[in-house]
């Protein structure tokens, strides 16, 4: 049974930090990447991850203030958020990529920055 569980949410004032983490169990995924909702709107997308390269990529808004990386060895992805804002409250999901889509979700992790 293949499950993804977000850990690592919580409340902190704007310009602050969170770690978001990701355990994956039952397959690895060649791509695994971090999303968000926000009350009202569309989830979106925040970064990915390659698993045997790593190589990365970012949204826009998150850019140059939040890291993902990944721990093979442990089945595990990271989302480290610096500098926050109150606009990146949301509920934040981890996925799992099999060829061209996400099809494997956590129940998410709820981020709320306060002004």
């Known amino acids: 049974q293949v499950q993804l569980v977000e850990s690592g949410g919580g409340l902190v004032q704007a310009g602050g930090s969170l770690r978001l983490s990701c355990a994956a169990s039952g397959r690895t995924f060649y791509t695994m990447g971090w999303f968000r909702q926000a009350p009202g709107k569309e989830r979106e997308f925040v970064a990915h991850?390659?698993?045997?390269?790593?190589?990365?990529y970012y949204a826009d808004s998150v850019k140059g203030r939040f890291t993902i990386s990944r721990d093979n060895a442990k089945n595990m992805v990271y989302l480290q958020m610096n500098s926050l804002k109150p606009e990146d409250t949301a509920v934040y999901y981890c996925?799992?990529?099999?060829?061209?889509?996400?099809?494997?979700w956590g129940q998410g992790t709820q981020v709320t920055v306060s002004s």
């Open positions: 991850i390659t698993w045997s390269i790593g190589s990365t």
């Open positions: 996925a799992g990529k099999v060829g061209s889509k996400y099809t494997n």
